[in-house]
């Protein structure tokens, strides 16, 4: 039975991404002009539209964290960006980086990666559409996979390393072990279905990790974002 029809207009031109909502009564759909757009299942209609945004003022003026990774000592980290560093996100020509939509397994949150802005991620508060936060990563995002339990995100992007966004903050995953920087270069994370385990997936090699969460740890990384 067919309950309602969709045609691409004007407003949402070029479909990049579309995105089921875990409840299924809304889906989301991303367009080329990094415009969000989500749509009631039955009639087919936008109840809320959002425009990713372009440059750091505009979300630091809505108290959006925003997130960067640099590199010190020859490790990933990631520090929070300040009002005075008003710089655009980077935009980079980038054929296989393709448009990203992920809604987060307790439904609360939305995370949007654009082919326009591959080396950011925006996480939204998928009620809302309101953003939360911003991470902008030195190399174009490969991979983006939430864990199935806990509000916990992985970014990969192709390094000896990956990233752990969460609520609280955002902080690196080393990989241990390996002398050669070539050896494993992290190309995904595949979650397990409870989330105590996940496959590290390189490019030639792959091996399986364990999640360990402790209040000890949540209390570190509270702290270390002020």
């Known amino acids: 039975m067919l309950l309602g029809k969709y045609e691409q207009g004007l407003e949402i031109l070029g479909i990049r991404n579309l995105l089921w909502y ?17 749509f009631t299942s039955t009639t087919v209609r936008p109840v809320l539209q959002r425009q990713l945004p372009s440059a750091l003022p505009l979300v630091i003026a809505y108290r959006v964290i925003v997130f960067q990774e640099i590199e010190q000592e020859g490790q990933m980290t990631f520090i929070v960006v300040s009002k005075a560093e008003a710089v655009a996100f980077p935009k980079v020509v980038c054929a296989k980086s393709a448009s990203v939509m992920l809604q987060s397994g307790c439904g609360s949150y939305l995370c949007v990666k654009s082919e326009n802005m591959p080396k950011c991620v925006f996480i939204y508060n998928s009620k809302t559409l309101k953003i939360n936060s911003v991470v902008i990563m030195r190399n174009v995002v490969t991979s983006l996979a ?5 509000v916990i ?7 000896q390393a990956f990233g752990l966004w969460t ?18 270069l992290v190309k995904k994370i595949v979650w397990s279905a409870t989330g105590n385990n996940f496959i590290v997936v390189g490019h030639k090699t792959a091996f399986i990790g364990i999640m360990t969460l402790t209040k000890n740890t949540h209390e570190e990384k509270r702290n270390s974002i002020g």
């Not at 875990?22 to 757009?37: C, E, K, V, Y």
């Not at 939430?146 to 806990?150: A, V």
């Open 22 to 38: 875990n409840t299924g009564d809304f889906f989301a759909a991303l367009n080329s002009m990094d415009t969000i757009t989500v």
């Open 146 to 150: 939430w864990h199935p339990k806990k």
């Open 153 to 159: 995100l992985s970014i990969c992007t192709g390094i």
């Open 167 to 184: 609520p609280i903050g955002c902080f690196a995953v080393h990989i241990p072990g390996f002398q050669n920087v070539t050896d494993l």
